[in-house]
């Protein structure tokens, strides 16, 4: 039975506004390969792909029955490659009338016509290389895909099921096509640049808040190591509420908890040394000042967007689950879960670590009082998570 008649003019519809949708340039050209396979039934599709880091074109993508695959990335094309050169110089145009498409049996009848290729330019050798070319690669046709007249791609199309040739409405078809993959390759690969650039900058960001970290501590010499081990407990906290279901966490929770976590005494840069330092219990105006180190953090953070998670950690890290706590005296569950975890990491630490005005205390210690004031100073989730990880000996 014969296949079904083609609705290249839908096909196409279709094609472009999925592409629109997907911004991996490598899952793109995957499904573009796949699909053309499938609906077109033909043996082998694949795509060559420029390559700006080492500017070259490389096989990005091949698709096919089993024994018709080429391995991905195994062959790479410099710009002096017959196949390349050939659209990149345009030659084709005088060969071919101005048709978008390459077919081997239309390259095979040329080379017979002397005349039609006598130009001098070395049209003849460059299509016989590419007519020897394409079968290595399980094609019998090509179609460049060119964005903004630079070549960006080309497809490659294998033969088809009923061993019949491409006719010209399937290649006027690929060749609308191949301009709408090109402007969703290059649409695509813009958006990735934009990931690795907002990704560099979200990494120095991290680098700039280990810097700031420091500076905290470097200011508060009794409190050294004390922002990286409330960052160490209060990952190990939320981990343990994720691995016990105790606790659901949004998309980035942990990376925002990372960064809150080496922040959320920031605002104590704005406190006076001599309050920081201070050996004796604060005064009651002494420790107002103190306690602003959380709006001040707050305030610092404010001018970055996308951190609001990160702001609300270090702004309501001292509030208490019964409403006692400070700036706003937020209750219950209306405190932010990651300010919450932060709140008993940081009443660990302080409570273990040694003071010029006292002791610390044992971890077992630490824990047995930090659990009696469940529902009072502490939501019980983080709390449990952590005696479970005292536990197990992890803490």
């Given at each position: 039975?014969?296949?079904?008649?083609i609705?290249?003019?839908?096909?196409?519809?279709?094609a472009?506004?999925?592409?629109?949708?997907?911004?991996?340039?490598r899952?793109?050209?995957?499904?573009?390969?796949?699909?053309?396979?499938?609906?077109?039934?033909?043996?082998?599709?694949?795509?060559?792909?420029?390559?700006?880091?080492?500017?070259?074109?490389?096989?990005?993508?091949?698709?096919?029955?089993?024994?018709e695959?080429?391995?991905?990335?195994?062959?790479?094309?410099?710009?002096?490659?017959?196949l390349?050169?050939?659209?990149?110089?345009?030659?084709?145009?005088?060969?071919?009338?101005?048709?978008?498409?390459?077919?081997?049996?239309?390259?095979?009848?040329?080379?017979?016509?002397?005349?039609?290729?006598?130009?001098g330019?070395?049209?003849?050798?460059?299509?016989?290389?590419?007519?020897?070319?394409?079968?290595?690669?399980?094609?019998?046709?090509?179609?460049?895909?060119?964005?903004?007249?630079?070549?960006?791609?080309?497809?490659?199309?294998?033969?088809?099921?009923?061993?019949?040739?491409?006719d010209?409405?399937?290649?006027?078809?690929?060749?609308?096509?191949?301009?709408?993959?090109?402007?969703?390759?290059?649409?695509?690969?813009?958006?990735?640049?934009?990931?690795?650039?907002?990704?560099?900058?979200?990494?120095?960001?991290?680098?700039?808040?280990?810097?700031?970290?420091?500076?905290?501590?470097?200011?508060?010499?009794?409190?050294?190591?004390?922002?990286?081990?409330?960052?160490?407990?209060a990952?190990?906290?939320?981990?343990q509420?994720?691995?016990?279901?105790?606790?659901?966490?949004?998309?980035?929770?942990?990376?925002?908890?990372?960064?809150?976590?080496?922040?959320?005494?920031?605002?104590?840069?704005?406190?006076?040394?001599?309050?920081?330092?201070?050996?004796?219990?604060?005064?009651?105006?002494?420790?107002?000042?103190?306690?602003?180190?959380t709006?001040?953090?707050?305030?610092?953070?404010?001018?970055?967007?996308?951190?609001?998670?990160?702001?609300?950690?270090?702004?309501?890290?001292?509030?208490?689950?019964?409403?006692?706590?400070?700036?706003?005296?937020?209750?219950?569950?209306?405190i932010?879960?990651?300010?919450?975890?932060?709140?008993?990491?940081?009443?660990?630490d302080?409570?273990?670590?040694?003071?010029?005005?006292?002791?610390?205390?044992?971890?077992?210690?630490?824990?047995?009082?930090?659990?009696?004031?469940?529902?009072?100073?502490?939501?019980r989730?983080?709390?449990?998570?952590?005696?479970?990880?005292?536990?197990?000996?992890?803490?």
């Amino acid at each position: 039975m014969p296949p079904t008649k083609i609705d290249y003019k839908r096909e196409l519809e279709s094609a472009s506004k999925g592409m629109i949708l997907i911004h991996d340039p490598r899952l793109l050209i995957k499904l573009i390969v796949r699909s053309l396979v499938q609906k077109v039934h033909i043996q082998h599709a694949g795509m060559i792909l420029y390559d700006p880091e080492k500017d070259s074109y490389v096989l990005s993508i091949s698709h096919g029955e089993i024994g018709e695959r080429i391995p991905e990335g195994l062959i790479r094309f410099s710009k002096t490659n017959p196949l390349v050169r050939l659209f990149i110089q345009k030659e084709y145009k005088y060969i071919f009338e101005n048709r978008n498409a390459i077919v081997v049996e239309d390259i095979n009848k040329l080379l017979w016509k002397e005349s039609v290729i006598s130009n001098g330019n070395g049209i003849k050798e460059l299509l016989h290389s590419v007519s020897e070319q394409l079968p290595k690669l399980n094609a019998v046709a090509c179609v460049p895909a060119y964005h903004q007249h630079m070549l960006l791609a080309i497809l490659l199309l294998g033969e088809k099921h009923d061993g019949s040739r491409f006719d010209q409405e399937e290649l006027d078809f690929f060749s609308a096509l191949a301009s709408d993959v090109a402007m969703a390759i290059r649409n695509a690969q813009l958006f990735e640049d934009l990931k690795r650039e907002a990704e560099r900058n979200r990494n120095l960001f991290i680098q700039t808040t280990i810097a700031l970290g420091s500076a905290i501590e470097a200011k508060d010499a009794y409190t050294h190591g004390h922002t990286e081990r409330v960052t160490k407990y209060a990952l190990a906290i939320g981990r343990q509420m994720e691995a016990s279901q105790a606790y659901n966490f949004p998309h980035k929770f942990f990376e925002n908890l990372y960064i809150a976590g080496l922040l959320h005494d920031i605002g104590k840069i704005a406190v006076p040394e001599t309050i920081l330092s201070k050996q004796d219990k604060l005064t009651a105006e002494e420790y107002e000042i103190m306690k602003n180190h959380t709006t001040r953090g707050a305030e610092i953070l404010a001018p970055l967007t996308g951190f609001e998670e990160v702001i609300n950690g270090v702004k309501y890290h001292h509030e208490r689950y019964d409403g006692k706590g400070y700036p706003e005296g937020l209750k219950g569950e209306g405190i932010p879960m990651i300010a919450a975890i932060i709140a008993v990491a940081d009443t660990f630490d302080a409570m273990t670590t040694d003071r010029p005005y006292r002791k610390g205390f044992s971890k077992e210690k630490a824990i047995v009082e930090i659990k009696e004031c469940i529902d009072k100073q502490f939501n019980r989730k983080p709390v449990d998570a952590l005696a479970a990880l005292f536990n197990k000996g992890e803490f």
